[in-house]
């Protein structure tokens, strides 16, 4: 009698882990290349196709929400998620599944051969049955590594999924709100695997942008890693206080000539920010496959993290020793892969070539982007900062900033307009914007650009 390769005490230690793991991205992995067929046994195959299900619908794994989903199994999935030992044991098991799987369908391949060899009437239908057989066994999968396409049937319930959830208001799993409204209307919010890019020329206000984009999605319980390679932890957290309190952060640093109402700002910003789920690397020369394994840590670590902020992109320490703008576009590259690891929107800093400063219309575009047009082929979403008094002061659009997104991968391009005062952004009426916007002279030369009105 032949050896059964299967393992069910294995089997249910592997459904187990993922239960009790989530969507790390271990289990994303196992998700995305582990067969169902790998489980022998047939109710364990349908709770991993479940967890699947689920996961890719909803980014989450929730033992009860699946007991809901497969109540005949809720014995299992309630037995299977006790096993504390079980998330140590994931890699190596799911290796030793394939193991298993590659051999039983071996072992069925063989088998249908002996038997179309034996029935075989004449040469010529032994030798087609021979060529069958080898197309059977090359087709055999022993590549512990390899990535399993996903059927397009296995996609479509989870389509179906998004929808109902957000026509009942409940897709925060699925998408990130940046809070700013009319941003919002716009992009429909960054999905879970989104790269979003933020650039613009200096003083503009990217470093403020992010900061606002933090301030409300933590507001509303979303976490925050934050790595600031431009400015140290301290100061980030400065510009939160003086946001959420209104006054300008220059303020903080003479504290001798604060006044009464002064103070008060100062209070109500550190109670507006206290418990904040914001957490800020401070660090230089981290290279991409630094930040993604400190990102994937934290995110195990702090699964309620929604949002993952770099400032900026050009301070990421290059490994390669080729030319520098693939250098640079391998670390877009890898911060878009860090986003689908984690299932976690980043959004990145990055700024532009001066050649802006040579055109009248210094607008900035996507050909603008410094040191890699590969930048741009990887972002899923481009915005492009742009305030016009940083060229002329006495422009009639003074006070407002311009987001234009020049790049918009699932949904419409645009231009959200915000209020620009003592340093921090806050909302105004589009249309009054826009209409001050349109109807200014003519930009100025570059010598009356004023880096000490800006922000970063």
Same mark, same amino acid.
């Given at each position: 009698?032949?050896? @059964?390769?299967?393992?069910?005490?294995?089997?249910?230690?592997?459904?187990?882990?993922?239960?009790?793991?989530?969507?790390?991205?271990? @289990?994303?992995?196992?998700?995305?290349?582990?067969?169902?067929?790998?489980?022998?046994?047939?109710?364990?195959?349908?709770?991993?196709? &479940?967890?699947?299900?689920?996961?890719?619908?909803?980014?989450?794994?929730?033992?009860?929400?699946?007991?809901?989903?497969?109540?005949?199994?809720?014995?299992?999935?309630?037995?299977?998620?006790?096993?504390?030992?079980?998330?140590?044991?994931?890699?190596?098991?799911?290796?030793?599944?394939?193991?298993? %799987?590659?051999?039983?369908?071996?072992?069925?391949?063989?088998?249908?051969?002996?038997?179309?060899? =034996?029935?075989?009437?004449?040469?010529?239908?032994?030798?087609?049955?021979?060529?069958?057989?080898?197309?059977?066994?090359?087709?055999?999968?022993?590549?512990?590594?390899?990535?399993?396409?996903?059927?397009?049937?296995?996609?479509?319930?989870? @389509?179906?999924?998004?929808?109902?959830?957000?026509?009942?208001?409940?897709?925060?799993?699925?998408?990130?709100?940046?809070?700013?409204?009319?941003?919002?209307?716009?992009?429909?919010?960054?999905?879970?695997?989104?790269?979003?890019?933020?650039?613009?020329?200096?003083?503009?206000?990217?470093?403020?942008?992010?900061?606002? +984009?933090?301030?409300?999605?933590?507001?509303?319980? &979303?976490?925050?890693?934050?790595?600031?390679?431009?400015?140290?932890?301290?100061?980030? %957290?400065?510009?939160?206080?003086?946001?959420?309190?209104?006054?300008?952060?220059?303020?903080?640093?003479?504290?001798?000539?604060?006044?009464?109402?002064?103070?008060?700002?100062?209070?109500?910003?550190?109670?507006?920010?206290?418990?904040?789920?914001?957490?800020?690397?401070?660090?230089?020369?981290?290279?991409?496959?630094?930040?993604?394994?400190?990102?994937?840590?934290?995110?195990?670590?702090?699964?309620?993290?929604?949002? @993952?902020?770099?400032?900026?992109?050009?301070?990421?320490?290059?490994?390669?020793?080729?030319?520098?703008?693939?250098?640079?576009?391998?670390?877009?590259?890898?911060?878009?892969?860090?986003?689908?690891?984690?299932?976690?929107?980043?959004?990145?800093?990055?700024?532009?070539?001066?050649?802006?400063?040579?055109?009248?219309?210094?607008?900035?575009?996507?050909?603008?982007?410094?040191?890699?047009?590969?930048?741009?082929?990887?972002?899923?979403?481009?915005?492009?900062?742009?305030?016009?008094?940083?060229?002329?002061?006495?422009?009639? %659009?003074? &006070?407002?900033?311009?987001? =234009? +997104?020049?790049?918009?991968?699932? &949904?419409?391009?645009?231009?959200?307009?915000?209020?620009?005062?003592?340093?921090?952004?806050?909302?105004?009426?589009?249309?009054?914007?826009?209409?001050?916007?349109?109807?200014?002279?003519?930009?100025?030369?570059?010598?009356?650009?004023?880096?000490?009105?800006?922000?970063?």
């Amino acid at each position: 009698m032949s050896k @059964v390769w299967r393992d069910e005490d294995m089997e249910g230690a592997v459904i187990g882990a993922m239960l009790l793991r989530g969507t790390d991205s271990d @289990v994303m992995n196992v998700i995305s290349s582990l067969p169902a067929s790998a489980f022998a046994v047939w109710q364990y195959r349908e709770i991993f196709e &479940g967890i699947c299900a689920q996961a890719r619908s909803k980014g989450l794994i929730d033992p009860i929400l699946l007991g809901e989903q497969l109540p005949e199994h809720i014995a299992l999935i309630d037995a299977s998620g006790r096993k504390p030992w079980a998330p140590g044991t994931l890699n190596s098991y799911v290796t030793q599944l394939k193991r298993f %799987a590659s051999i039983r369908d071996a072992q069925s391949a063989l088998s249908e051969a002996m038997s179309m060899l =034996n029935d075989a009437g004449n040469s010529d239908i032994g030798i087609a049955a021979l060529e069958k057989v080898k197309s059977l066994v090359a087709g055999i999968q022993t590549d512990e590594h390899a990535v399993r396409p996903i059927p397009l049937d296995d996609l479509l319930p989870a @389509v179906i999924s998004r929808l109902e959830e957000k026509v009942q208001g409940a897709a925060e799993g699925r998408t990130v709100l940046s809070g700013i409204e009319a941003l919002d209307n716009i992009t429909g919010g960054f999905d879970q695997t989104d790269l979003v890019l933020v650039a613009a020329r200096p003083s503009m206000g990217k470093t403020e942008t992010m900061l606002d +984009i933090i301030d409300k999605v933590s507001a509303d319980g &979303g976490g925050v890693l934050f790595f600031s390679m431009g400015m140290s932890d301290i100061q980030i %957290a400065e510009r939160h206080v003086s946001a959420a309190g209104g006054f300008s952060t220059s303020k903080l640093k003479s504290a001798e000539s604060l006044g009464d109402e002064d103070w008060a700002r100062i209070s109500h910003g550190i109670a507006r920010m206290t418990g904040r789920p914001i957490w800020i690397v401070d660090a230089t020369d981290l290279n991409v496959e630094q930040i993604k394994q400190i990102a994937i840590n934290h995110k195990q670590q702090h699964p309620e993290t929604v949002l @993952v902020g770099i400032d900026y992109l050009r301070l990421i320490k290059l490994n390669s020793s080729s030319r520098h703008d693939l250098a640079v576009g391998e670390v877009s590259k890898g911060l878009k892969s860090l986003a689908k690891t984690i299932r976690t929107p980043v959004v990145a800093l990055s700024q532009l070539s001066r050649s802006v400063e040579q055109r009248p219309n210094k607008r900035p575009v996507n050909a603008d982007l410094k040191d890699s047009g590969e930048i741009e082929a990887d972002a899923d979403i481009i915005m492009m900062l742009y305030r016009d008094e940083v060229y002329d002061p006495e422009s009639p %659009a003074r &006070g407002i900033a311009e987001i =234009n +997104i020049t790049k918009n991968r699932n &949904g419409s391009l645009g231009t959200v307009y915000r209020r620009f005062h003592n340093g921090h952004f806050h909302d105004i009426d589009q249309a009054e914007a826009q209409s001050r916007c349109r109807e200014q002279p003519q930009q100025k030369t570059n010598s009356n650009r004023r880096y000490s009105r800006g922000a970063a």
